[in-house]
């Protein structure tokens, strides 16, 4: 029962996650990666004030308290994605399977699906 309830959480931290904007999203890693306002500034482009106003934006969307908080969540996000890619892989699969095709089809880049008509 414990686990569905952990399920669920992370869920809501996923959809969470995906309300945030680009913008956001290079300051969370900025903020991940341990910077300061006033260097993600500097790599953004910014004024540190709007790099605090997007800041107090993500806590808010993520419903977390700082932005330590929301770096944690962020980086955990990333984890999982990473997780789901992974077990997702079909190295083991026979080459002509259905679900290596599918997997094939589903991990090349978008542009690489418009050119080949999907085909590999």
Same mark, same amino acid.
């Given at each position: 029962?414990?686990?569905a309830?952990f399920?669920?959480?992370?869920?809501d931290?996923?959809r969470?996650?995906?309300?945030l904007?680009?913008?956001?999203v290079?300051?969370?890693?900025?903020?991940?990666?341990h910077a300061t306002?006033?260097?993600?500034?500097?790599?953004?482009?910014?004024?540190?004030?709007?790099?605090d106003?997007r800041?107090r934006?993500?806590?808010?969307?993520?419903?977390?308290?700082?932005? $330590?908080?929301?770096? /944690?969540?962020?980086?955990?996000?990333?984890?999982? !994605?990473?997780? =789901?890619?992974? &077990?997702?892989?079909?190295?083991?699969?026979? $080459?002509?399977?259905? /679900?290596?095709?599918?997997?094939?089809?589903?991990? !090349?880049?978008? =542009?690489?699906? &418009?050119?080949?008509?999907?085909?590999?």
């Amino acid at each position: 029962m414990r686990q569905a309830g952990f399920e669920t959480e992370t869920q809501d931290a996923l959809r969470r996650i995906k309300r945030l904007t680009p913008r956001l999203v290079a300051c969370l890693e900025l903020v991940d990666a341990h910077a300061t306002s006033k260097e993600i500034a500097q790599q953004l482009g910014i004024s540190p004030h709007t790099v605090d106003a997007r800041m107090r934006r993500a806590i808010t969307i993520l419903g977390v308290r700082n932005r $330590r908080e929301a770096a /944690i969540l962020w980086r955990s996000a990333l984890e999982q !994605q990473r997780n =789901r890619i992974e &077990r997702f892989k079909v190295s083991s699969a026979p $080459r002509g399977s259905k /679900i290596a095709n599918f997997a094939r089809y589903r991990f !090349q880049p978008f =542009r690489m699906r &418009r050119t080949t008509g999907g085909k590999i």
